[in-house]
């Protein structure tokens, strides 16, 4: 008995041992389990930091504008959709605006200097922008965007004033010029970016950008669009079926009275809308390709003309033709003139290429080597609008060209004073001395004829002799002249002339 109770009890004994030894195994077993889970609670925790840290990277890369350092369009976009989802009672506003002139500040002092103006740009607007806690960004290049929580338009006007007087803090020597479109939000289910398209629409269509910087959108403003949208797909089949036309207006010489140049000046004979002008369609399609390509068919028609004279046996007249600025950016449009030349074998003497002012204002390095390179192509070459941009002297004297024509508005602003007809007098006596044509455009009254006679200019253009007029008009007053409009040419007899009729007389007598 003492046996079993002592076998018992050594078994007791040891079950308790191996239990408590189970125990303590198991303990051992969960406290490493349990340094594990720290281990890896604190790796979980570090990766996690790291995550953030990689993800404050990319939002970097993907939410802010690596020039200026504040947002861009993907911030905005999605920040706004934020604004809108959490504040759906809060009246809001869309602006976008950008620096106009941005082209001239490039031109003048290189792009390094057009980056810092953007760069300037987003700082004035960081500023105003934390100070008054509205959203903002950097969309893209030279646009800059901001969400107003308001409809007020004084508040929404006192913004852009701010945002303008910010901006002429820039530089002395010359001053920013930020223009602003605003679209007040209507629906907010509408996308973002379609806002963002409208604000810029009206920014892009305000007419009166030296009177009001500013221009709000609205509903006959978006039809405005769509139907110049419509017009501008219509352009290319239009070009197709020939239904831009070629008008000329003639250039007279103030000498003679004698038509001895003429302007080409295109004109669209839309099927509902009928003979339009220039003004209605050409500014929707400057700075595109379109304009381009109405070129090329515009220069072509010229020497289909010249071609047609010559082949009738007429005295071809030679041709002002426009050269639109977009093609500025290289030479291959002298390619184009060649190829045209050849085909239609036009002594290029008989085309007379009229490059803007505007586009060769500034003196880049490219446009300067395009002129020379016109040059050595030997075609004439005039400065049209001449004036109209306070065009530098040195034009007349650096480059290689053959006449100037001045503006019609120089014309008109400085025949109304003594120092504006002062100006008018030096200035052609300057064009003369190097030996440049004087043109000008505009002329509407005998006065303005006889006194740009008087002072030593050329050829002058304008209602007063002639509209811009179709071919079979033009070839009917090249006949006549302008001799009946105006002054015809006097016949004065030479001593050759009473020779031959003294002759004539002794031989009728002679046989009577």
């Known amino acids: 008995m003492n046996f079993v109770m002592m076998m018992v009890i050594v078994g007791l004994v040891g079950f308790s041992g191996y239990l408590i030894y189970q125990i303590r195994l198991q303990k051992h077993y969960y406290e490493y389990k349990a340094q594990k889970m720290d281990s890896l609670e604190n790796d979980l925790k570090s990766e996690q930091e790291q995550h953030k840290i990689t993800l404050n990277k990319l939002n970097k890369i993907a939410y802010i504008n690596p020039i200026s350092k504040i947002g861009n369009l993907d911030f905005f976009i999605h ?30 002092f290189g792009p390094t200097e057009g980056d810092k103006v953007v760069v300037f740009a987003a700082t004035c607007l960081r500023q105003i922008g934390q100070k008054q806690r509205f959203l903002f960004a950097h969309l893209y290049s030279n646009l800059f965007g901001a969400l107003l929580r308001t409809n ?5 006007i006192q913004f852009t004033e701010e945002i303008t007087a910010s901006l002429r803090r820039y530089n002395d020597s010359f001053a920013l010029e930020p223009t602003f479109g605003i679209y007040p939000v209507s629906d907010m289910e509408t996308p973002v970016l379609d806002m963002i398209n409208r604000a810029m629409l009206a920014q892009n269509l305000n007419k009166n950008k030296k009177v009001c910087n500013y221009n709000f959108y609205t509903a006959e403003l978006n039809k405005d669009f769509t139907e110049n949208k419509a017009m501008s797909q219509e352009m290319e089949q239009a070009m197709e079926d020939h239904k831009f036309l070629m008008y000329l207006q003639p250039m007279v010489n103030l000498r003679t009275f004698k038509i ?115 040059h050595e192509n030997d075609y004439m070459i005039s400065i049209d609008n001449f004036g109209s941009m306070y065009s530098p002297l040195n034009l007349m004297r650096d480059l290689p060209i053959a006449s100037i024509k001045l503006d019609r508005s120089f014309l008109n602003n400085n025949t109304t004073s003594e120092e504006g007809l002062t100006i008018l007098r030096y200035l052609i006596a300057m064009a003369k001395e190097v030996n440049l044509t004087v043109q000008v455009e505009g002329v509407e009254t005998e006065d303005q004829a006889n006194f740009l006679a008087e002072i030593g200019a050329d050829m002058a253009q304008g209602y007063f002799f002639s509209k811009p007029i179709d071919l079979r008009a033009f070839d009917s007053l090249n006949k006549s002249m302008v001799n009946s409009v105006y002054k015809g040419d006097e016949y004065y007899p030479t001593f050759e002339d009473l020779e031959k009729d003294l002759d004539l007389i002794e031989y009728l007598l002679k046989n009577a």
């Open 152 to 156: 007020d338009n004084n508040t929404i």
């Open 79 to 108: 920040e706004s959709c934020e604004q809108f989802f959490d504040e759906e009672q809060t009246p809001f506003t869309l602006i976008t605006f950008n620096i106009s002139n941005i082209g001239t500040v490039n031109k003048l």
């Open 260 to 374: 001895t140049c003429a302007e080409a000046l295109v004109r669209w004979d839309h099927p509902e809308k009928g003979i339009l002008s220039p003004y209605a369609f050409l500014p929707l399609f400057e700075g595109t390709s379109v304009i381009e390509k109405l070129d090329y068919y515009m220069w072509e028609e010229c020497c289909k003309t010249i071609r047609r004279w010559i082949d009738n046996k007429i005295e071809p007249t030679p041709i002002s033709m426009n050269v639109s600025p977009i093609h500025f950016e290289s030479t291959k449009f002298i390619t184009k003139l060649n190829e045209l030349t050849e085909h239609y074998l036009i002594d290029k003497k008989l085309l007379i290429l009229e490059l803007p002012e505007r586009g060769i204002s500034g003196g880049s390095n490219n446009v300067i080597k395009i002129i020379h390179a016109l």
